[in-house]
């Protein structure tokens, strides 16, 4: 891992960003000068971009930079591993296949997004709300009754359009804001009966979770904790592991529960997001999981963000290992 180490020099400190590494059957330290003082974020994130360019040339892998807190550079050298994976796994699909791939991979995130927060929907029936859409947004326009369509069937449909938000974001490269944040909300929440007024703004009224007592910031508190949230992440975005980003932004994001509805899939969308805009897979977490994926929240309730950090990670490296394994070079998915 990439870390500030200190020398003195005739009694003097200096700074430098140290990483020990392994070509072939030699460790050696490599190290880049900070200076005298320790530099802001900004600065930091300059320097740690320079060396990472410096030691990728080199051929050294797994780089971790300076203020990952939990991520080892093991599990930082399974990650890329993944996303080799993913790659060599999706450039062996036919074009139909990686469409049909990237479809049943949409679903199933919907399916169990909504299912940890109690939707009784599976897969198939998620599937077939999704496939009526266009036709169910156009009676909805002509104001048309339609039968069999709940809150269920809604919040399916609504997920469903934030990934395609998401898709376009994401193809412009767009960096997480709070436009971003408030305009998925607004999108997720579209429509259901009871939330009109909160659909893309910060909570207006205070927040508990059934069988849970943690306290949640007062409501008054949201705004300005968003602000310090979306601060923490520009700040941090390139001194931290992208893995650990996503997850500790994720958790942070729950803390404050800044919504009245919807805060567990918007921070499982907007994780995604930080995975994705890292060139690190899609990572859904699977509703089997949701005893554990609840425990490490928890944990996170207290600023104890190990566990959710080790459970992504995994989750990531898991998914693309068993794939590529299972399929190799020849895929049988349609």
């Given at each position: 891992?990439a ?6 020099v005739?009694?003097k ?22 200076g005298?003082?320790l ?7 300059e ?10 040339k080199?051929g ?18 399974k990650i ?5 994976n993913?790659f ?6 036919t074009?139909k ?7 049943r991979?949409?679903?199933t ?12 929907l599976?897969?198939?029936l998620?599937?077939?709300v999704?496939?009526?859409?266009k ?11 339609i ?28 960096d997480?804001s709070?436009?971003m944040i408030?305009r998925?909300?607004c999108?997720?929440?579209?429509k259901i009966e ?6 893309g ?9 059934r ?11 949201v ?17 931290i592991h992208?893995a ?5 932004f994720?958790?942070k994001?729950?803390s404050?529960h800044p ?7 918007m ?8 995975l994705?805009?890292?060139i ?19 944990a ?11 459970f992504?990670?995994?989750e990531?490296i ?17």
């Amino acid at each position: 891992m990439a870390h500030i180490t200190t020398r003195k020099v005739k009694g003097k400190k200096y700074f430098y960003l140290e990483e020990s590494v392994k070509l072939g059957t030699r460790w050696f330290k490599e190290s880049i000068y900070i200076g005298p003082e320790l530099p802001n974020n900004e600065k930091l994130s300059e320097l740690y971009l320079k060396f990472k360019e410096r030691l990728t040339k080199k051929g050294v892998t797994g780089i971790v930079p300076p203020l990952t807190e939990f991520l080892t550079r093991n599990m930082a050298m399974k990650i890329e591993n993944a996303i080799r994976n993913k790659f060599t796994f999706l450039k062996s699909l036919t074009p139909k296949q990686r469409v049909e791939f990237m479809e049943r991979e949409r679903i199933t995130f919907i399916t169990d997004s909504n299912a940890i927060e109690g939707s009784t929907l599976d897969y198939w029936l998620t599937e077939r709300v999704l496939a009526d859409q266009k036709r169910i947004e156009i009676l909805q326009k002509r104001g048309a009754a339609i039968t069999n369509m709940g809150r269920e069937e809604q919040e399916a449909l609504n997920l469903n359009k934030c990934l395609d938000m998401y898709e376009k974001l994401l193809e412009h490269n767009k960096d997480l804001s709070l436009d971003m944040i408030l305009r998925f909300h607004c999108t997720l929440l579209s429509k259901i009966e009871g939330y009109e007024q909160y659909c893309g703004v910060w909570r207006p009224v205070n927040v508990m979770i059934r069988g849970s007592d943690h306290v949640f910031p007062h409501h008054q508190e949201v705004p300005k904790l968003m602000e310090e949230l979306i601060t923490w992440y520009n700040e941090n975005k390139n001194l931290i592991h992208p893995a650990e980003l996503a997850a500790k932004f994720h958790t942070k994001f729950t803390s404050i529960h800044p919504f009245a509805d919807g805060n567990g899939r918007m921070a499982r969308l907007l994780m995604n997001y930080i995975l994705q805009i890292n060139i690190l897979p899609f990572t859904n977490i699977p509703l089997r999981k949701r005893g554990s994926y609840m425990k490490t929240q928890a944990a996170g309730n207290t600023e104890n963000y190990k566990p959710f950090v080790i459970f992504l990670a995994k989750e990531i490296i898991k998914k693309w290992h068993n794939l590529y394994h299972m399929f190799g070079s020849s895929p049988t998915l349609g």
